[in-house]
């Protein structure tokens, strides 16, 4: 059980078991029934309250920023049980959700599933391409939702560039993400009471993100059009160290 703050002993960053990773969330899937389908996905098992009005906050603050006037085409990465979809799907031409847990995915599409329109996938988030989920044209809309913090540095850099693949010049990427406050904290088989599980995330700091994000643009790369902290209600942060930030990007120079 570790709770590393910067680098671990070696000197290297501490690797997150994406097999742990995703056993941890077909867990969760497994617990819908319990936990209902939103604190599946935003946890504070404990605070109902705090996780729906969590949910409701970063829906109503956060979906204007995708500039959706329903002719838009978006991936949702790592959708989960697609607590977004019911926000986004009438306000776009398709919408795909895909995520590595196949209960996760299942439960989404039972729940909001419209074919071909509204689509989900199960599919890894380092690992997609256009062909592999069977799209035939790109993204202009990419949202990532509290998800790069379950891959490690390779998986992000993957991720990104799958990102970069499936979209057109000029796409919107919204990134809502817990970030490091202080230095890079990554937990590994942490035992979570709150959970009752053990918890798997890298949380990176601010700059090791955009780091990766340059990294991973090449030509014509990643643009930052935007950055903010998601909570300014006081009452919805209950971490110090971690607090939730979106970064909008485009890829390529201009907007679609
Ligand atoms: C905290 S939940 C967020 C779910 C959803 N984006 C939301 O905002 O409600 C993180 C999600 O990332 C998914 N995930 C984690 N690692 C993934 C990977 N390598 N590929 C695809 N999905 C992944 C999990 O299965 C889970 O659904």
Redesign the pocket.
Known sequence: MSRVIGKGEEGDHLRLD?EK??KF?ER?AARIPELGATRA???QDRHPDLAEKRDAYERRVLTPRLELDGSQRLL??????G??TSTISSKVASYHG????PG?VEHAAAEHGQPPRVRFSV????DFSLDSLGEHEPFDRV?????FI??NDD?LDS?LRCIAGATVDGALVLL?EPVAQGDRLTLVDHHSEELDADYHAVYRTRAELLGAIEAAGGVPGFTLRGHGYVYDDPDLNNRRETQQEWFLLSTGTGAA
């Open positions: 994406s990773v995703s969330f969760r996905v935003i946890y949702d990465v790592g959708c989960g049980t607590r977004w895909i995520d590595f847990a996760l599919a890894d988030a380092s949202l990532v939702s509290g998800v379950y891959l998986g991720a809502r």
